[in-house]
């Protein structure tokens, strides 16, 4: 296949921001991918030196794209096809800290909350 033409969904895969690539077709439709800033189509063709905001629901990243690959492979070679920016890094740690000390009041529980639980999100909220 031609690694100078890869689709912006097969890249988003292939670089791991997202587990499936209808889950990266998805987000680029509801305009969750810019490169440039601007809204892109899944089917736009990847570019060495693009800047790609991603926003796959729990984190925002800006990356700069260092390699072209429409396969998908380790970790650390998905690492490989993009820097990302300073001022993204800083976001993404700042965001984590945030969670991490401000837990979301019904993050722990799972399913439907019990009545006591209910209390529990009710004491917290209030």
């Known amino acids: 296949m031609d690694n100078d033409n890869v689709r912006i969904d097969k890249w988003l895969w292939a670089a791991r921001f997202f587990k499936t690539r209808s889950l990266a077709a998805d987000a680029v439709d509801r305009g969750r991918v810019r490169i440039e800033g601007q809204p892109v189509k899944p089917a736009r063709a990847v570019k060495e030196g693009d800047v790609i905001d991603v926003d796959n629901g729990s984190d925002r990243w800006e990356v700069v794209v260092k390699g072209i690959s429409g396969t998908r492979g380790s970790a650390t070679i998905a690492r490989q096809l993009y820097d990302e920016t300073e001022e993204s ?29 209910r209390r529990l999100i009710d004491k917290a909220g209030s």
């Open 89 to 117: 890094i800083v976001r993404r740690e700042r965001n984590a800290e945030a969670r991490r000390l401000f837990p979301e009041p019904g993050s722990s529980i799972r399913g439907r909350p019990t009545k006591r639980d």
